[in-house]
């Protein structure tokens, strides 16, 4: 009588697994086929990619969020507790994109304003020539590279 009772408990056990594993694939289909999925891939890229800077390929992607957000509040997605999910993710990590970012910009700022100070500095001891202007002023931004060379 025992070892039908375990027999039934292990039996119920395995298949509330199986239902949980056919409801976890059920929800990862819905997910990745949710019209917000691209663009929440995107923003988590783009977490990712910080220290790559680049203007034009920020605002292209800018003005897609933007196209994408406009298509949502026009009504073309309902609401469902799904959509929401999405929405409130992908704004979330735009946010944390954006909170990365700012130390980053300090930075960037920090050393072109050190930079502007050694070149008044060294501009001001000695004398250079026309064409060594000309180069060291072409050269003394400071950007940041996905592979930097030193």
């Known amino acids: 009588m025992e070892s039908k009772r375990n027999t039934v408990v292990d039996n119920y056990k395995e298949e509330e697994e199986e239902s949980e594993v056919e409801n976890n694939e059920t929800l990862k289909r819905r997910i990745s086929s949710h019209p917000l999925y691209e663009l929440l891939v995107e923003a988590h890229l783009d977490c990712l990619k910080v220290g790559d800077i680049s203007k034009l390929d920020?605002?292209?992607?800018?003005?897609?969020?933007?196209?994408?957000?406009?298509?949502?509040?026009?009504?073309?997605?309902?609401?469902?507790?799904?959509?929401?999910?999405?929405?409130?993710?992908?704004?979330?990590?735009?946010?944390?994109?954006?909170?990365?970012?700012?130390?980053?910009?300090?930075?960037?700022?920090?050393?072109?304003?050190?930079?502007?100070?050694l070149r008044e500095l060294t501009d001001a001891t000695m004398p250079a020539a026309p064409a060594e202007e000309a180069a060291i002023a072409s050269s003394s931004e400071c950007t940041f590279r996905k592979s930097p060379t030193i």
Do not use: T, V, W
């Not at 954006?98 to 980053?104: M, S, V």
């Open 58 to 117: 920020r605002e292209l992607k800018k003005e897609q969020k933007q196209a994408i957000m406009k298509k949502q509040n026009s009504g073309m997605f309902n609401h469902s507790e799904l959509d929401l999910f999405m929405e409130a993710y992908c704004l979330a990590l735009n946010k944390l994109k954006e909170a990365i970012e700012e130390p980053q910009m300090k930075s960037m700022a920090f050393i072109n304003n050190m930079h502007s100070q």
